[in-house]
């Protein structure tokens, strides 16, 4: 599967308790006032510049409801329309359409916001630096997958999936384990075929972290002047990640200093979704 592919499975999952949250009992007002064997024409429109994202899902939230349905994609995934761009159109079923089209909306929505915002932190990035711009688990509960894809369009990289796929040590961790060096070769004890990753919040942490063989180290809410120390103490024994309170004016910056990657919740945590219309044809 490549970076830009959806997981159908998940999506199916995703799309399925959606629907069942919107409709259990049905929808009373299609039912009620449109005719069964009526069809019609939606177009899913754009009402501002975004980052299209979304168009395998949207069809995927009709197509359960109306098998039969037709659905056409006018843009790819990962592209910057303008406003009052016509991105995808469905044709089928009247009912169907409408019961289907605020949870296609919902998705959809949610999935362009993110990889809208992704796609301007990215282009905060100082051409010819190194650094990533990651996203973090702080997701929507359920809709991780959708959301992890949607920073992928944007041109941003996912962070570890979930709690299995990395060793990331963080200060909670520490703290219960009694310090930044025992907790790392503690995990390299584990499993030596996984990087390490730990996080500090001062540089005597950092210094300690080096000493103890980390992969990564993630730089928790420090200031650009630290994390420039930073860069210059790990002079390259390690992978720098910045996070914590990253925002879009900090991105230039951070990677100018060096730093490998930086992670913002802000992709996916607190993102406000974009606004995309369904028009019906008279």
Not at 247 to 272: C, F, P
């Amino acid at each position: 599967m490549s970076e830009l592919e959806l997981p159908v499975v998940a999506v199916d999952r995703i799309v399925e308790t959606a629907l069942e949250e919107d409709l259990a009992a049905g929808d009373l007002t299609s039912e009620a006032c449109i005719d069964a064997t009526a069809t019609a024409v939606a177009h899913a429109v754009a009402r501002h510049e975004l980052v299209a994202c979304g168009g395998v899902v949207f069809a995927r939230v009709f197509a359960r409801l109306d098998p039969g349905v037709v659905f056409e994609s006018h843009v790819v995934d990962g592209a910057r329309v303008p406003p009052a761009t016509k991105l995808w159109t469905v044709r089928g079923r009247a009912r169907a359409i409408l019961s289907a089209e605020r949870t296609a909306l919902n998705l959809v929505q949610r999935m362009c916001a993110i990889a809208t915002v992704t796609r301007t932190y990215v282009d905060a990035v100082p051409r010819g630096r190194k650094t990533r711009i990651t996203d973090t688990r702080k997701t929507t509960p359920g809709l991780r997958a959708v959301e992890r894809y949607a920073v992928r369009v944007g041109g941003g990289q996912n962070h570890r999936d979930n709690l299995s796929s990395a060793i990331l040590i963080k200060d909670n961790h520490v703290a219960a384990c009694g310090g930044v060096r025992l907790a790392i070769e503690r995990a390299k004890r584990h499993s030596y075929t996984c990087k390490v990753e730990c996080e500090v919040d001062t540089l005597a942490q950092l210094d300690e972290a080096l000493a103890a063989g980390a992969d990564i180290i993630l730089l928790d809410n420090m200031d650009t002047p630290t994390v420039a120390e930073a860069v210059r103490r790990t002079a390259g024994r390690a992978l720098l990640e910045a996070s914590g309170s990253i925002t879009l004016e900090r991105v230039t910056e951070l990677a100018n200093v060096g730093v490998d990657a930086i992670s913002v919740g802000g992709l996916t945590h607190s993102v406000r979704a974009a606004d995309i219309g369904l028009d019906f044809e008279p």
